[in-house]
């Protein structure tokens, strides 16, 4: 998994891109082209590269895009996660896209100086996203 490039987020500008939400599907599409780039095209400002191409350059957009996978980059190593996602190989993981769309609405925090998920809060979210599982 690359970390993400977060250098431009200083934690005093946080709080303006914490309650701003990333469209999921915009979301999706995001971190669908970050975790399928070739490991060799890995920059440190990939993720940023990215989100500005994708939202029309340094938007407030771009930006809460680039804090959510932040979050969702340190989310992953959460426990509790360890049922959504498959590792592929050592640098790669499969992620269901409803959580990846959660992660564009799901509430932030600031921990440790750095935006983070509620990890409860996200699998909620999350649940928004997921087909009817069946008729009550």
């Known amino acids: 998994m690359n970390e993400p490039d977060t ?9 303006r891109y914490l309650r701003l939400h990333v469209p999921p599907e915009e979301m999706v ?4 082209d970050l975790m399928t780039l ?3 095209d890995i920059q440190p400002t990939s993720a940023m590269t990215l989100a500005q ?4 350059g340094d938007t407030p957009l771009a930006r809460a895009a680039l804090l959510r996978w932040g979050a969702l980059n340190m989310a992953f190593k959460d426990k509790r996660l360890e049922t ?6 050592r ?5 269901p ?7 564009g609405v ?6 440790e100086e750095r935006a983070v998920f509620d990890i409860p809060a996200l699998l909620d979210a999350t649940l928004g996203f997921q087909p009817p599982a069946g008729r009550a």
Do not use: F, M, N
């Open 53 to 56: 191409k994708q939202w029309g």
């Open 38 to 40: 070739p490991h060799a």
């Open 106 to 111: 799901a509430p932030l925090l600031i921990d």
């Open 29 to 32: 599409k995001y971190i669908q």
């Open 91 to 95: 640098e790669r993981i499969q992620v």
């Open 7 to 15: 250098s431009p987020l200083a934690v005093d500008g946080l709080e």
């Open 84 to 89: 959504w996602t498959v590792v592929r190989d």
């Open 97 to 103: 896209a409803s959580l990846v769309a959660a992660a």
